[in-house]
């Protein structure tokens, strides 16, 4: 065992190690973050969090805390930030084959195989490095868990306790979402514990409703002074309407009812795609105790989440341990056969063609121009990685090994070579960051045309926000008060770039940034590609 958990920190570690070289924090969503983190601390104000000199009310302050808390030990430096989701990660990894234990004590190969399932997952794969708040809600979502179920089991008052620090925890990360993860799961428990008889079930519900309490207790501590400090508008955001409107009227990422459901094979990559889990969950009648658990908590949640009309794909990652562990128990009778990872590996070198297909054709359709400098060394690659899985059979771990190795080996190849690596600069804000920072030095004023997310601040360390300007018509007004001033603004490809002779440029995701003086902005308006009602 003991080598098993090695090897799995090791996968981790290499994995972390990879992300940091070969990577920056990609905007928007990263930079956004950690900017807010700086701000924090460049105000030195931990109560209420800033983003461009407005309270930031989107998230709550957990994990700016812990970068600023490494950073206070550390120094100010860039891994700092994007080693803290890991940790979590990691974390979630070792409470996942500590659930194993409890729900399934005589079945010991469930505890080895439930955390390498979850660390082979894709979507947790690239998630395991990326500088969000998931990988804190998927940790204290099994926080709550195992206190559910220390409390089921062992009938103390310690599994109360950690229910209630985990709905703390999350509800300091990310919010009231830590309440559709855990709730479902403990109100159902007539249904899962039918066999155990854990106190009476009035005594259950008033042990849930004293967690809860103590949750909300841990966060209010932050929340009512931030409130009072934040104003009014700050006060309305954090208690209810951001929360409100993500679920009933989403103001981003509004998606239909079935959004997930096509997405789970690829989410789930590639677990969904391997044979002997499907044989495995066909034999899983009766329903034993651990079943039932994984089920009443993966259930629920997955269908709330599917009512909710804001909806991306990182938001179902507390969920993936349930998975891992259901898959984890199917495969434990399983004996895998030659050819069981064929749809994978069809997947894989459909994704590995799309790869190859697109140069070719970037110029015939609206894609960012750096599509056309994918090399076929990285779908090459994929396909003989494949191959080889397809090809090569072991045993029960070793197949779940090989598999997970493959998911990592996918994404690394796919992610950080065949995109990060293709797209240049283009999701690497160090370069413009770096001259806004001398700009800012030499005291000249910079505004950003449109909506700023804060996505030079914290990586070129600038000290004062761009000045954002909302329309078009209001940039010659800034002009004329900040004549030496630069103005910082986005074109699509279609605009010849060197016919407005900007002070700087660069590949920005599928579009260029520029960095532009008076006299270019004017040439700006006046060429006839520009279209005004695009900024």
Known sequence: ??????????LW???????????????????????VAWNMWLRGDYLVPYLNNIPYSHKPPLLFWLMNAGWAVLGVNDWWPRLVPSLFALGSVSLTARLARRLWPHQTQIEKIAPVILLGCALWTVFTTATMFDMMVAFFTLLGMLGILIACQEKTIQGWFLLGLAIGGGLLAKGPAILMQLLPLAILAPWWARDTKPYSWRRWMGGVLLAILLGVTIALIWAIPAGIRGGA?????????????????????????WWYLPLLPLLLFPWLLWLPVWRGLRQ????????????????PVFIAFSLISGKQVHYLLPIFPAFALLAAR????????????????????????????????????????????????????????????????????????????LS???????????????SGYAYDMHPIAQHLKALQDRNI?????????????????????????????????????????RLILYFSAELPLQEIQPEYTQAYRGDHVVVVGRKS???????????????
């Open 1 to 10: 065992m003991y080598r098993h958990n090695l090897a799995i920190a090791g």
């Open 13 to 35: 570690l290499l994995l972390v190690i990879i992300a940091l070289n070969f990577r920056s924090y990609i905007p928007i969503d990263e930079t956004r973050y950690v900017a």
């Open 233 to 257: 508008e700050y006060q309305h955001a954090i208690f209810w309407g951001q929360t409100a409107d993500r679920m009933v009227n989403s103001f981003a990422h509004r998606r239909p009812l």
């Open 284 to 299: 899983l009648t009766p329903l034993d105790f651990g079943v039932r658990f994984c089920l009443a908590w993966l259930v």
């Open 330 to 405: 199917a495969l434990v009778c399983e004996v895998p056969r030659r050819l069981d990872s064929w749809p994978a590996t069809l997947v894989i070198i459909i994704v590995a063609g799309v790869l190859l297909y697109l140069p070719s054709h970037v110029h015939s359709r609206q894609m960012a121009t750096w599509i056309g400098s994918l090399s076929i060394w990285p779908s090459s690659l994929l396909i003989v990685f494949a191959m080889a899985g397809l090809l090569w059979r072991g045993r029960l771990m070793v197949e779940v090994w090989k598999l997970t190795l």
């Open 408 to 422: 990592a080996a996918v994404v690394c190849v796919m992610l950080y070579w065949a995109i990060i690596h293709s």
């Open 445 to 485: 004023p910079l505004a950003h045309l449109g909506k700023y997310a804060g996505q030079y601040q914290f990586v070129g360390r600038l000290t004062r926000e761009p000045e954002v300007i909302e329309y078009n018509r209001k940039v010659n007004d800034w002009f004329a008060v900040h004549p030496d001033g």
């Open 521 to 535: 902005w004017d040439l700006v308006l006046k060429h006839p590609k520009y279209r005004p009602d695009k900024q």
